[in-house]
Protein backbone atom coordinates (compact mmCIF):
# COMPACT_ATOMS: atom_id res chain seq x y z
CA UNK A 1 0.00 0.00 0.00
CA UNK A 2 0.77 3.62 -0.79
CA UNK A 3 -0.03 6.32 1.13
CA UNK A 4 0.49 10.20 0.33
CA UNK A 5 -0.39 12.40 3.01
CA UNK A 6 -1.24 15.99 2.44
CA UNK A 7 -1.47 19.08 4.65
CA UNK A 8 -1.23 23.05 4.60
CA UNK A 9 -4.54 23.58 2.91
CA UNK A 10 -6.56 26.34 4.80
CA UNK A 11 -8.44 29.87 4.60
CA UNK A 12 -5.84 32.84 3.45
CA UNK A 13 -7.29 36.12 2.26
CA UNK A 14 -6.46 36.96 -1.88
CA UNK A 15 -2.93 37.75 -1.87
CA UNK A 16 -2.31 35.56 0.89
CA UNK A 17 0.44 32.57 0.93
CA UNK A 18 0.06 28.49 1.53
CA UNK A 19 2.66 25.49 1.64
CA UNK A 20 0.89 22.69 0.67
CA UNK A 21 3.22 19.60 1.35
CA UNK A 22 2.68 15.88 0.26
CA UNK A 23 4.82 13.08 1.39
CA UNK A 24 4.72 9.79 0.08
CA UNK A 25 4.80 6.16 2.22
CA UNK A 26 4.69 2.70 2.09
CA UNK A 27 5.21 0.07 -0.72
CA UNK A 28 6.29 2.36 -3.68
CA UNK A 29 9.31 1.16 -5.33
CA UNK A 30 10.50 4.30 -7.18
CA UNK A 31 8.94 7.66 -7.19
CA UNK A 32 9.21 9.14 -11.01
CA UNK A 33 7.01 12.26 -11.50
CA UNK A 34 5.19 14.19 -8.73
CA UNK A 35 2.36 17.00 -8.98
CA UNK A 36 -0.43 18.73 -7.77
CA UNK A 37 -4.05 19.09 -9.29
CA UNK A 38 -6.89 21.17 -8.53
CA UNK A 39 -10.96 20.82 -8.97
CA UNK A 40 -13.02 23.51 -7.92
CA UNK A 41 -16.57 23.31 -7.48
CA UNK A 42 -18.11 22.23 -10.61
CA UNK A 43 -15.07 22.11 -12.90
CA UNK A 44 -12.96 19.10 -13.81
CA UNK A 45 -9.60 18.60 -12.02
CA UNK A 46 -6.73 20.44 -13.33
CA UNK A 47 -3.04 20.26 -13.65
CA UNK A 48 -1.46 22.84 -11.47
CA UNK A 49 2.21 21.84 -11.63
CA UNK A 50 4.62 18.89 -11.67
CA UNK A 51 8.09 18.05 -11.25
CA UNK A 52 9.71 14.99 -12.92
CA UNK A 53 12.43 12.34 -11.58
CA UNK A 54 15.08 14.97 -12.96
CA UNK A 55 13.36 18.00 -11.35
CA UNK A 56 12.42 19.82 -14.92
CA UNK A 57 9.02 21.37 -13.56
CA UNK A 58 5.74 23.06 -15.59
CA UNK A 59 2.94 24.86 -14.21
CA UNK A 60 -0.26 25.70 -15.92
CA UNK A 61 -0.46 29.27 -17.19
CA UNK A 62 -2.84 30.79 -14.81
CA UNK A 63 0.15 30.08 -11.67
CA UNK A 64 3.24 30.66 -13.43
CA UNK A 65 5.02 33.41 -11.40
CA UNK A 66 2.78 32.66 -8.51
CA UNK A 67 2.98 29.38 -7.30
CA UNK A 68 6.54 27.35 -7.33
CA UNK A 69 6.67 23.47 -6.89
CA UNK A 70 10.04 21.60 -5.42
CA UNK A 71 10.83 17.92 -4.11
CA UNK A 72 12.66 16.90 -1.35
CA UNK A 73 14.25 13.47 -2.58
CA UNK A 74 15.23 12.05 0.61
CA UNK A 75 11.66 12.41 1.82
CA UNK A 76 9.35 11.14 -1.05
CA UNK A 77 7.76 15.13 -0.39
CA UNK A 78 6.69 17.57 -3.10
CA UNK A 79 5.71 20.94 -2.03
CA UNK A 80 3.65 23.59 -3.82
CA UNK A 81 4.22 27.46 -2.50
CA UNK A 82 1.35 29.40 -3.78
CA UNK A 83 1.77 33.19 -3.30
CA UNK A 84 -0.52 36.18 -4.26
CA UNK A 85 -3.24 34.04 -4.28
CA UNK A 86 -6.71 34.56 -5.55
CA UNK A 87 -10.27 33.68 -5.41
CA UNK A 88 -10.08 31.39 -8.36
CA UNK A 89 -7.69 29.60 -6.82
CA UNK A 90 -10.48 28.11 -4.35
CA UNK A 91 -10.41 24.04 -4.67
CA UNK A 92 -9.46 20.95 -3.42
CA UNK A 93 -6.15 20.49 -4.31
CA UNK A 94 -4.76 17.29 -4.80
CA UNK A 95 -1.36 15.47 -4.96
CA UNK A 96 -0.19 13.49 -7.37
CA UNK A 97 2.57 11.02 -7.39
CA UNK A 98 3.86 8.38 -10.61
CA UNK A 99 5.97 5.55 -10.26
CA UNK A 100 8.86 3.98 -12.44
CA UNK A 101 5.79 1.46 -13.73
CA UNK A 102 3.42 4.40 -14.31
CA UNK A 103 1.30 3.44 -11.92
CA UNK A 104 -0.64 6.95 -10.29
CA UNK A 105 -1.54 7.51 -6.73
CA UNK A 106 -3.57 10.38 -5.50
CA UNK A 107 -3.59 11.99 -2.03
CA UNK A 108 -6.94 12.58 -0.20
CA UNK A 109 -7.08 16.42 -1.14
CA UNK A 110 -6.55 19.59 1.08
CA UNK A 111 -8.99 22.52 0.45
CA UNK A 112 -7.85 25.83 -0.44
CA UNK A 113 -9.92 28.99 0.19
CA UNK A 114 -8.88 32.19 -1.00
CA UNK A 115 -11.40 35.04 0.48
CA UNK A 116 -11.33 38.14 -1.54
Not at 29 to 46: C, D, H, L, V
Not at 94 to 100: K, M, W
Not at 102 to 109: M, S, V
Request: glycine share 12%; charged share 15%.
Amino acid sequence: QVQLVESGGGLVQAGGSLRLSCAASGSIFSINAMGWYRQAPGKQRELVATVSSGGSTGYADSVKGRFTISRDYAKNTVYLQMNSLKPEDTAVYYCRVTDNYHTDYWGQGTQVTVSS
